[in-house]
């Protein structure tokens, strides 16, 4: 079993929807969460950052953690095309000697189509 | 200034070349990584960089050797590389590597193409 399952995807939705991407992960000892886009061919673009359980709002982003069931979600409001790329949600320990390691999904494929 | 810049955009080499990859910031982040990216599949690290000391080396093969000159560079050499070794070349940095601000900011990625 993957330490972080993430759905793979494609997720094709219409524009202006809400757009849900989930991951979830089974250590424990993670307590730093990243969600990152990335466009086809180039680097990872940090979304939202988040340390604490609940929710966080930057925009038509929020991102959402529950560490009691392992659950991390973003959320994307008024869904554009320009929205359309690969999602990385990201999570590491914290610790010292391990914090520099992030752990990743393996990233979801939106499509926001017209 | 919140931006990690990377040189070259695009790299084509030969087996037997020798080349570099630079990355460079200058956002006062203490801690630097390369990562090796293929495609559909997310970043895997190979390297970290604490304040200018290697801390991290995950196995990476002998062909890569990183070099950090001071806090704001990082350098990738690359020499006998393989087929195998082509791939989106990332690189990061954050403030520091523990704790809160460990969060990774990343570069537009060297694309390289070993023939």
């Known amino acids: 079993q993957k330490e972080v399952e993430q759905d793979p995807g494609p997720l094709s939705v219409p524009e202006g929807a809400i757009v849900s991407l989930n991951c979830t992960y089974s250590n424990s000892a993670f307590q730093y969460f990243m969600w990152y886009r990335q466009y086809s061919r180039k680097g990872p673009e940090l979304l939202m950052y988040t340390y604490s359980s609940g929710n966080k709002e930057d925009g038509r982003f929020t991102a959402q953690v529950d560490k009691s069931s392992k659950y991390i979600s973003l959320f994307i409001r008024d869904s554009q095309p320009s929205d359309s790329a690969t999602y990385l949600c990201?999570?590491?320990?914290?610790?010292?000697?391990?914090?520099?390691?992030?752990?990743f999904g393996t990233g979801t494929r939106l499509q926001v189509t017209l | 200034d919140t931006e990690v810049t990377q040189t070259p955009k695009h790299l084509v080499m030969g087996m037997t070349n020798k080349k570099s990859l630079k990355c460079e910031q200058h956002?006062?982040?203490?801690?630097m990584y390369w990562y090796k990216q293929k495609a559909k599949k997310p970043p895997e690290l190979m390297f970290v960089y604490s304040y200018e000391k290697l801390s991290i080396n995950e196995s990476v093969p002998s062909r890569f050797s990183p070099e950090c000159p001071n806090s704001s560079l990082l350098n990738l050499h690359l020499h006998a590389l393989q087929p195998e070794d082509s791939a989106l070349y990332l690189c990061?940095?954050?403030?520091?590597?523990?704790?809160?601000?460990?969060?990774?900011?990343f570069g537009p990625g060297t694309r390289l193409t070993v023939l």
């Open positions: 990201a999570m590491s320990s914290g610790l010292t000697g391990t914090a520099s390691k992030l752990t």
């Open positions: 956002m006062g982040h203490r801690a």
């Open positions: 990061a940095s954050s403030l520091r590597t523990s704790g809160p601000n460990n969060e990774q900011f």
